[in-house]
Structure formats: structure tokens, C-alpha cells
């Protein structure tokens, strides 16, 4: 037990004029629900991820992504649970330290960085084609763009920035909410078309969606709505998180749901055929339900979901990279420097080091990468359902936080799921993951391990241990 963390309750000190440095708690269960909320980017999913699903699943679509919702109740049931007893800015390294020990840990850190330097960057590069029928500029000037606006955005007050991704989640809801009801008063099908698992063949013909498919399908169904892990990395700045850390997830989860969900089932009952459904063309199908117009507002609104995206993501991921230099993981001279607070009580430095590099991967080609952050996602996951399994034991058991129903079946679901997910992903994928992991216990063992009391000493802020 020499590399587990001390039980939350013993970690609580007075503050020593060291103690590490802590972000302001300044907003609360609205405030964090709309910038997770534009993390989860709905309109997004909807436009960007869900084409892929209908192009493999057909009709069959609506009910996948029903049952991935379902799986993510597990999810946000972990998340919540660890969040309310590890609420801080480290998020999953700094619940899975605690409850799993520091090399677990460190390895899940690890994996968040991959996420951290590779999604925003590929999701910004999309902007473009969404403003297209205004403009048509260069992908990757756009992506690049999006990405310095996304960390100018990053260096302001978390309240300001929480008005901003809420008056641009207004925008993309609304775009979703014309889908549906454009689908709704065009359909051609009634709702018994959401089981019928049909999609289009290569040759033109109908073929059934069969049950494995359904289950492969999953693995982009779960994530569609995973956006909601959000929460715990702006738990140090919520105000009272022992309650609102849960609340902001599970409120976060229910409402993406419902705003994924509802369009996808407009969508299948309004296509005009199931090639039509299949080729996941959603704007030509909005033209074809309205106007030109129409479907250039929705153009325009999901390219404001993107820039959305990117300034909540681009928090979120400045706040891991400074937490992880506030918890030793660096040599002094990176610690210091990546802890430092701007005026606006942000972590400036650590915002600048992921904006600036991810505009520059606007211009790399990311495809490998992107596979390999699937990969990154899913084991990072698996490693916060394995918490969650430990975090009842010891002084844990008695610690006051928010507790999931059916523990320990919830997690020990997930952990069945992402195993399977792990299974369908590519062996380059893998391979160039397990590398990357690799060097990391690398550096765990010969830097971080024999320095275990100067070194990634992953802290709770302490007005949060009480």
C-alpha cells in the first residue's frame, strides 16, 4: 500500500503558506452544467458522429444509441461517486490515485493527455465544412483558428466563459430541435421503423442489421454522450461540490440524451428512403424538408458547436495539465511554471501549452492519432470503473459523498463493456497506445517512484475534505 494515497478523511490540514494552490469556486450547478454540456457538443454528435451510425446501422441507429445512453448511466454513477469524494481539478488521475493507488493513477493521466492534445484539434478542423455555405475557407487555417480563439476564451474568468458556451449551447439545441421537428412532421415511417434494423446494401438493395452489429455499434454510441466526465474537472472550481458535482453530471447526461436521441428518431422516421437514411446526409435532408435557409442556419449553428467545443475543452484540459504540475509530476522549474494563476484566477500557462500546440496539429494529419485517443478513452474509463469498485474500502467506506445505486453492479458492468469495446479497436491502435503507456511506467519507475515524497502527491483542495 506504499504507492495508495491516504484516506481523504487524514488528508484534510490547515493551510501552510506552501500548500499547493487551489482555483477559485465560483459557479454552480448551472454554471457547470452548461459548460459540460457544451463539452458533450450535441449538435455536434448529432452532425458529425451519428452520420457514421446510420451509415452501418440504418434504422437500427436510434435503438444503439438508447441502449449506449443506458451503459453511460454506470458511467456518470462512477464519475459521480469518485467526483464527490476526490472533487478535484485532476479529475480521473486524481480519483483513480487515490482509490487505486498512484501508478494507476499516473497511467490515467497519461492517458487523459493523449485526449488532451489530439480531440480538440480534430474536432476544430471540421469547422470549416459546416461553414461552407457562407464561406469556404481552409480546413486547417479554420481548425487552427478555432483553436486560438478557444484559448483566448480559456484565459478569462470560468463565469464569463460559462455565459459564452451557454449562449452559443442555446444555438446548437436550437439547431437540433429544427431537425426534429422538421423529421417529425415529414416522416414516412411510424415508430415501429426504430426496430426494424434495416440499412441500404452496396447493391442497392435492403439488409438487415444484425445483433453484433448493433453491439459493435456501441462502442461509438457510448462515448456520444460521455462529455458529462466534464464535471469533475471543474469540481474544484463548483461551489459546494459534495452535492453539485453529482447533480451537474447526471443533469448533464439526461439532457444530452434527450437532445442526441430525439433528432436521430425524427431523422429515421423523416428520411425518404433507407438509402437516403444510410448515406447520413442530415443537411441535405434538412434542405429537402425546408429550404436552402433553413439548412444554412443549421450549418452555421453546428459550426458554433464546434467553436463551443473547443473553449470547453480547451478548460477542461488546462485544468489537468495544472493540477498535474500543482501534484509534483514534473521537475520543479515545469511544476512551477505550469501552475501558475492568471488575474482572471485561471491557469494561464497550462491553457497556453494546450491551445497553442493544438492549433499548430491542425496541420498534421491526425487519423492514426484519433484511433489511438479511442483507445486512450476507453482504457481510461476502465480505470475509473476499477475505482469505483474500491472506493467503499477503508476509511472511504464512511467519507460523506454522493453513492450510486446497485454498487457494485454498476461498475463491474462497465468493466465488462469497455473490456469488450478494447476488443473491436485496431492492433495498430493498441499497439501504438500500449507503447505510449509503456513509456510512461517507465517514467513512473525510474523519476516519479523513487522521488514518491517530493512526487506526484496528488492533493485535494481543502475546503473540499470537511
Not at 455565459?163 to 414516412?188: C, D, M, N, P, R
Not at 520543479?332 to 501552475?339: A, K
Request: aromatic letters at 8%.
Amino acid at each position: 500500500m506504499t504507492d495508495t494515497l491516504r484516506p481523504v478523511e487524514t488528508a484534510a490540514a490547515p493551510a501552510a503558506p506552501d500548500s499547493p494552490k487551489t482555483l477559485k469556486r465560483s459557479i454552480g450547478v448551472v454554471g457547470g452544467t452548461l459548460l459540460t454540456l457544451s463539452c458533450v457538443t450535441p449538435a455536434s454528435t448529432l452532425f458529425v458522429v451519428i452520420p457514421d451510425l446510420f451509415g452501418s446501422l440504418g434504422t437500427a441507429t436510434a435503438l444503439t444509441i438508447a441502449i449506449g445512453s443506458l451503459l453511460c448511466i454506470a458511467v456518470a454513477f462512477c464519475y459521480s461517486e469518485l467526483g464527490t469524494l476526490i472533487p478535484s481539478a485532476g479529475g480521473e488521475y486524481a480519483m483513480v490515485s487515490t482509490m487505486a493507488g498512484r501508478l494507476a493513477g499516473w497511467l490515467v493521466f497519461v492517458l487523459s493527455l493523449l485526449v488532451v492534445m489530439i480531440v480538440p484539434p480534430v474536432i476544430a478542423i471540421g469547422t470549416a465544412d459546416y461553414l461552407a455555405p457562407v464561406v469556404h475557407l481552409d480546413p486547417a487555417m479554420t481548425g487552427a483558428g478555432v483553436m486560438l480563439l478557444a484559448t483566448v476564451a480559456g484565459l478569462l474568468d470560468l463565469r464569463a466563459n460559462a455565459w459564452i458556451t451557454g449562449i452559443f449551447l442555446v444555438l446548437e439545441v436550437i439547431a437540433a430541435g429544427v431537425v426534429a421537428l422538421l423529421g417529425f412532421t415529414h416522416a414516412h415511417r411510424g415508430l415501429g421503423s426504430l426496430t426494424s434494423m434495416q440499412v441500404a446494401g452496396t447493391d442497392g438493395h435492403t439488409d438487415a442489421v444484425t445483433a453484433m452489429l448493433v453491439i459493435s455499434g456501441l462502442a461509438i454510441a457510448l462515448f456520444a454522450t460521455q462529455g458529462f466526465s466534464t464535471a469533475v474537472y471543474l469540481s474544484e472550481e463548483l461551489e459546494n461540490p459534495r452535492r453539485n458535482v453529482a447533480r451537474t453530471v447526471l443533469a448533464t447526461l439526461a439532457i444530452s440524451t434527450v437532445v442526441i436521441l430525439v433528432p436521430v428518431v425524427a431523422i429515421t422516421m423523416g428520411a425518404s428512403d433507407i438509402t437516403a437514411l444510410t448515406s447520413g446526409d442530415i443537411s441535405s435532408m434538412v434542405t429537402a424538408w425546408s429550404n436552402s435557409a433553413v439548412g444554412t442556419f443549421v450549418s452555421l449553428c453546428v459550426a458554433l458547436a464546434i467553436i463551443n467545443a473547443g473553449i470547453v475543452m480547451v478548460i477542461q484540459n488546462s485544468r489537468v495539465l495544472f493540477a498535474s504540475a500543482r501534484d509534483k509530476a514534473w521537475p520543479e522549474p515545469v511544476n512551477n511554471v505550469f501552475s501558475r494563476l492568471g488575474r482572471f484566477g485561471s491557469p494561464w500557462v497550462a491553457t497556453l501549452v494546450v491551445g497553442v500546440p493544438g492549433a499548430l496539429l491542425c496541420f498534421v494529419n491526425l487519423d492514426t492519432l484519433y484511433g489511438v485517443t479511442g483507445v486512450a478513452v476507453t482504457g481510461m474509463y476502465l480505470l475509473v470503473a476499477v475505482a469505483a469498485l474500491l472506493s467503499r474500502r477503508g476509511q472511504h467506506k464512511h467519507t460523506q459523498a454522493w453513492r450510486m445505486p446497485l454498487w457494485p453492479a454498476m461498475p463491474i458492468l462497465l468493466i465488462v463493456v469497455l473490456a469488450y469495446v478494447l476488443t473491436q479497436q485496431e492492433v495498430s491502435y493498441l499497439l501504438w497506445t500500449g507503447g505510449i503507456t509503456a513509456v510512461a511506467t517507465l517514467y513512473w519507475a525510474f523519476y516519479l517512484r523513487p522521488r514518491r515524497d517530493t512526487r506526484w502527491l496528488v492533493s485535494i483542495p481543502e475546503d473540499a475534505q470537511v
